[in-house]
């Protein structure tokens, strides 16, 4: 007998090799070989007579070779096969596909899948690429039974692996086999009150079903994943996730942490240091803040705020907080141009109150460096800022109270980091604290854990924010400072750029400035694409020989950068010629035109970042998009999106659409669990049930829950967390 967790090497039918292949897949044991759902399901029960096609209908036909070959056309090869079923006939076509040319044997039985279009000539109806399997092929291997999982019924259709070698049709075989051979007690781990509220299959018939749909299950519902058996395995992985990331919650809550005080003379000192009257927004996120930090438990909080929400005045209040309380803080940004400016806004800002600021970043002289290291880990230095150098160069801390991490999407993930760890014995007897990214656990020699307050501009659709950060509390700055206009977005091919230059040149005439953004620094070979340093010469020498034109790239070294920076920020410059690196966090409300080259090269999400730059103001900002060259049609979406929203939220859910979760924060490293069955795009409902249900057993027992139950949900949790995350340290 099988159990889910016995290698996949015992299934009959798998050696070695195949397990190695499949070990590729991420299959090792017999459950994953199960939870390898097929991607679509074959009606091979009513398959279509040809007779009865209709163009455009995407079917699945069944027939017989009646004869194949290769012909050659100008431009390519073509092969050309012909099924049929009794008098009729239909015509398949492959581009390019000499690797068919002996395949096929007249009377072999084949089934066919794609999409029916009619040939524009001759008016017959055909398929062109179709996916084919031979059925009942004469490969020695089958019987009749092998047969029978291939037609006169809905099939399963697997992604195939290993170039081809692990085929559709051997998957369904192995896994008929498996399942078979599987122990017919599998254990459920999900709590009774919960199944039965949400009328789960049981495990086994789930598996079952999935693979093997009993007659009369509804083909839409097996194609949408949404059959019963579909949404219990989907549940179930989803549930055990919530469950790991609202333990691990729970756990960072019940650690020890720093109980700041909030008197009159702290509120006083807040209250001080604003600029402006904050919004009721910030109002709302600062006391959420402020709450938690009180707590003596260490503060896990994400704000996630559009741009130009006005996230770093936050920032600076709940820095107050905990200087005031006789705290050391961290303030780490993405980029160098961020930190900068960080530390002058926190100089224009807080150094008139008294506080003692650092700037801290890798570019800095080692001599410098040094001497400002020392004033951290002697505490003179009170807010720290600085990039994620910070981490890697395991700069001691005397006494941190408070880490904020400014546009964390760039960093990846944080949610496995371990922020704090102590580094023993710091020599003088006293035991300091660094930044690190280690994962081990921090020790309990000092148990107080910093806060951390991590604030984003990329507005995260919530199912991500419930997976991805689920183990944070969540912050929401909804809300923009007065003032603002919307800023106008147009489209435009760049062989109007004399227009978009003459636009330019009015609002610098009214007295604002503009950034000019280009995908690229150097021009290279292969592309065409206008780069940043060209241009910059071209629109400085000849454009706008009469204006002040600077230059931004990331390949400047840190000291230009700044000096440039700096000079924008003051009005010296009216132009900035810039590539992405001022895509986040940079501020300079008197910037109202924004203008973007080879817009359709940008995602979504760096497209709207860099559009945060502008509209920061009391004036009416624009953001024009160039486009040179053929836009695709994802790109033509993302344009389309720009254009017609503002608003990030939608602007985040059209990119997790477009780009799918793994990508949405970059690459597949950002953390994203690796889900075998659930899908966060199409489960979101799902989810948020998971959520839910998994909240409440994490509430504890109670007469719906029991300790055993909750046992056995715990011991399930963490194999796949291992799983999904490579790593257990929850629980
Ligand atoms: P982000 O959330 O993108 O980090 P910032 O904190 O840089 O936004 O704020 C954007 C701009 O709005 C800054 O110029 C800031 O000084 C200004 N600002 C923030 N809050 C307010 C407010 N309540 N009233 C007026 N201006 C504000
Ligand atoms: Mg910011």
């Known amino acids: 007998m099988l159990e889910l967790t016995t290698p996949v090497q015992y299934v009959k039918g798998i050696g070695p090799k195949l397990a190695e292949i499949l070990a590729a897949k991420g299959i090792t044991t017999v459950g994953d070989l199960l939870n390898h759902l097929p991607f679509r399901y074959e009606d091979r029960l009513n398959p279509r007579g040809i007779a009865e096609l209709r163009a455009g209908e995407m079917a699945t036909v069944i027939g017989e070779v009646r004869n194949s070959g290769l012909f050659r056309t100008r431009r390519m090869p073509i092969f050309q096969l012909t099924v049929g079923q009794g008098r009729s006939r239909l015509k398949c076509l492959w581009f390019n596909a000499t690797y068919l040319q002996d395949k096929f044997k007249p009377g072999q039985l084949i089934a066919l899948y794609g999409k029916v279009e009619q040939d524009s000539r001759s008016g017959e109806l055909q398929i062109m690429q179709p996916q084919f399997e031979m059925l009942g092929e004469a490969d020695g291997a089958d019987d009749k039974a092998a047969v029978s999982l291939e037609v006169g019924r809905i099939v399963p259709i697997y992604e195939s692996a290993g170039q081809g070698r692990v085929t ?31 009328a789960l299959v049981s495990p086994r018939e789930a598996l079952w079903n999935v693979h093997w749909p009993e007659a009369g299950e509804s083909f839409e519902a097996l194609q949408s994943s949404r059959t019963p058996a579909h949404i219990r395995l989907i549940f179930e992985e989803l549930f055990f996730t919530e469950l790991g990331l609202e333990l691990k919650r729970r756990q960072q809550k019940a650690q020890t942490g720093i109980a700041f005080k909030l008197d009159d003379r702290v509120r006083q000192a807040i209250k001080k240091i604003l600029p402006f009257h904050p919004t009721p927004a910030q109002k709302k996120v600062l006391k959420e803040i402020a709450d938690d930090m009180q707590q003596p438990h260490p503060m896990r909080r994400l704000l996630q705020g559009d741009v130009g929400s006005g996230k770093t005045i936050i920032g600076f209040q709940a820095a107050i907080i905990a200087i005031e309380n006789g705290y050391q803080v961290a303030l780490m940004a993405p980029t160098e141009i961020l930190a900068q400016q960080h530390y002058f806004s926190a100089r224009k800002i807080l150094e008139n109150a008294g506080y003692r600021i650092v700037l801290l970043t890798g570019s800095l002289e080692a001599d410098r460096k040094r001497e400002i290291r020392r004033h951290i880990a002697q505490g003179n230095a009170q807010l720290i800022i600085g990039t994620h150098a910070l981490l890697e160069e395991k700069v001691e801390f005397a006494k941190p109270g408070l880490v904020i991490v400014d546009e964390q999407h760039r960093f990846g993930v944080l949610q496995r980091l371990k922020l704090m760890k102590k580094s023993g014995d710091g020599g003088d007897g006293r035991s300091k604290t660094v930044l690190t990214e280690s994962e081990s656990e921090t020790s309990d020699k000092n148990p107080a854990e910093p806060d951390v307050l991590v604030m984003t501009a990329t507005p995260i659709p919530r199912t991500l924010a419930l997976t991805l ?39 610098v005439a009214k007295g604002h400035q503009a950034y000019v953004v280009y995908p690229v620094i150097a021009e290279n070979e292969e ?33 230009l950068k700044d000096q440039v920076m700096r000079m924008f920020q003051k009005g010296e410059l009216q132009i900035l010629v810039a590539t992405t690196v001022i895509e986040v966090g940079v501020d300079v409300p008197n910037a109202t035109v924004m203008v973007i080259e080879h817009a359709e090269r940008f995602g979504l999400a760096q497209l709207h970042q860099l559009r945060g730059r502008i509209g920061r103001g009391a004036a009416k900002s624009f953001c024009i998009l160039m486009t040179g060259g053929k836009v695709t049609e994802e790109g033509e979406r993302r344009l389309d999106a720009m254009v017609r929203t503002n608003d990030g939220f939608q602007i985040a859910e059209l990119d997790l659409e477009l780009r799918g979760p793994g990508e949405f924060f970059g690459t597949r490293q950002a953390g ?52 999904t995350y490579g790593l257990v340290e929850v629980g």
Not at 171 to 188: K, S
Not at 479 to 502: A, C, K, N, Y
Not at 534 to 559: A, C, P, Q, T, W
Not at 689 to 709: D, F, H, M, Y
């Open 168 to 198: 559709a049709r051997w998957f369904r075989r192995v896994i008929r086999t498996a399942l078979d051979d599987l122990t017919p007690d599998l254990p459920e781990t999900i709590p009774a009150a919960v199944r039965e509220r949400l």
């Open 469 to 507: 950060y689920g183990d944070l509390d969540l912050s929401v700055l909804d809300e923009l400072p007065p003032g603002r206009t919307p800023i106008v977005t147009r489209r435009i091919t760049d062989d109007r750029s004399p227009e978009v230059w003459d636009f330019v040149r009015k609002q």
């Open 527 to 559: 592309s065409e694409l206008k780069a940043a340093i060209k241009m910059y010469r071209e629109l400085s020498s000849k454009v706008f020989s009469d204006l002040k034109v600077g230059l931004l790239h990331g390949r400047l070294d840190s000291d």
């Open 672 to 723: 994203m669990p690796n889900f075998r069955v659930a899908n966060l795009i199409r489960d979101r409902q799902l989810l948020e049930l998971a959520k839910r249900e998994a909240a409440a057993v994490v509430a504890g027992p109670n007469s719906e829950v029991t300790q055993i139950e909750i046992s056995r949900a715990l011991v399930a949790m963490r194999t796949r967390w291992q799983h």
